[in-house]
């Protein structure tokens, strides 16, 4: 499986951005069948939960830090992933990346997903 992340970009502070994550690959169909996460980076920081969503959308968990700011959200039938990020802050800013877990919970825990996309950098200006 290949998960392809999108939709990175800068921004100020209080704006928005949806990031995409596209799936493909041969094991796509179980994917599908799977939770999926995102998770983010900052310089100097370890990798950090920033969303996680169920195999059927039914079940989603945040972090404190973005409650209430970021919706995550999957398109089953597209095979695709979504981040919808409102009022931003500037320490939002990290290169964010998207997983698919092994189970088909949402998950926070990192070592739950086995596959990972590239990353797509968000740069958030005061």
């Known amino acids: 499986v290949q998960l392809q992340a999108s939709g990175g970009g800068s921004v100020q502070a209080g704006g928005s951005l949806r990031l995409s994550c596209a799936a493909s690959g041969r094991m796509i169909r179980t994917i599908s069948n799977n939770g999926m996460g995102w998770f983010r980076q900052a310089p100097g920081k370890e990798r950090q939960i920033v969303a996680a969503?169920?195999?059927?959308?039914?079940?989603?968990t945040y972090s404190d830090s973005v409650k209430g700011r970021f919706t995550i959200s999957r398109d089953r039938s597209k095979n695709t992933l979504y981040l919808q990020m409102d009022s931003l802050k500037p320490e939002d800013t990290a290169v964010y990346y998207c997983?698919?877990?092994?189970?088909?919970?949402?998950?926070?825990?990192?070592?739950?997903?086995?596959?990972w996309g590239q990353g797509t950098q968000v740069t958030v200006s005061s």
């Open positions: 997983a698919a877990a092994r189970g088909s919970f949402a998950s926070s825990e990192a070592a739950s997903y086995n596959y």
């Open positions: 969503i169920s195999w059927n959308g039914g079940s989603t």
